[in-house]
């Protein structure tokens, strides 16, 4: 088995410049305490190469494509049982790594990209680093400060646990098949936020319905929750949400939780309709 077909339906567009996979692979810092690597989506093995080469840390896999996993298991019998022949947004981090921190790399199908990030988010205490090359656009995103009209859902969620950082930008032409736009490789940094200071289900709920009507004033986004007027009149509600960063959400969330109408119920946060 000498290659592996890309698969549209699975978002695949392999790497093909073992430079620019030196370079993603080295972005990694890995905090002392991280001695485990996963490699989301590996593909032919472009970055899987390279990461088995420091003995620093232990490097697994996770892999949807059969395929995929037949030619890794010919290629790259190092990495034995640590091949996980699975889809990654239906896995317990908490299981395939008991009680051990690690950090997340790969070269992220696009149409999963967000979903990916929300896992992190979810596996927050577990995962102190992310490596992740993705659509150009969302990675902008993911960086941007308040006051972008870029900046977003996942800017703000990802900001109040991660340092993030826009690393380098990569050609559509590097890629089997090159994708039709350009993508970019961001590092995400665990930071010393163990927790907020406020309910954090509540808070991002918060910032979804801030954002879900981003043209509005916060006084009129927010008004699901149900808070009388007499409420609302810090002149934080005159701003909008792409005006706020993370501890002004954080106080703005202790506000809803102190004034929101008894007994309102607003739905979970998916992060399937989840675009900004």
Do not use: W
């Amino acid at each position: 088995m000498n290659t592996v077909r890309p698969k549209k339906h699975l978002g695949q567009h392999f790497l093909a410049d073992p430079n620019i996979a030196r370079n993603i692979v080295g972005a990694l810092q890995l905090p002392d305490e991280v001695k485990e690597v996963l490699e989301i989506g590996p593909g032919m093995g472009v970055l899987t190469q390279y990461l088995l080469q420091n003995p620093a840390y232990q490097t697994s896999v996770v892999e949807i494509d059969t395929e995929s996993v037949a030619y890794l298991k010919v290629h790259y019998p190092a990495l034995a049982d640590r091949i996980y022949a699975t889809d990654f947004l239906k896995q317990s981090l908490a299981t395939m790594f008991p009680d051990q921190p690690l950090a997340i790399i790969g070269n992220f199908p696009y149409n999963i990209s967000s979903q990916i990030f929300f896992a992190v988010l979810n596996n927050r205490q577990q995962v102190r680093e992310v490596v992740g090359m993705i659509q150009k656009e969302v990675a902008q995103r993911l960086a941007e400060p308040p006051g972008s009209k870029t900046y977003g859902i996942l800017s703000v969620l990802l900001q109040a646990f991660y340092t993030i950082e826009y690393l380098f930008t990569v050609p559509p032409h590097v890629f089997n098949p090159p994708p039709k736009v350009e993508s970019a490789v961001v590092r995400l940094t665990r930071n010393g936020t163990l927790q907020l200071d406020c309910d954090e289900k509540l808070f991002f709920r918060v910032v979804k319905q801030a954002f879900q009507t981003r043209r509005k004033t916060l006084r009129n986004a927010l008004k699901p929750f149900g808070m009388p007027a007499e409420a609302t009149t810090d002149p934080i509600f005159d701003k909008r949400a792409e005006q706020l960063g993370v501890a002004e959400f954080v106080g703005l969330t202790q506000r809803v939780s102190q004034h929101q109408a008894a007994g309102t119920a607003l739905p979970d946060l998916d992060i399937n309709d989840v675009t900004e």
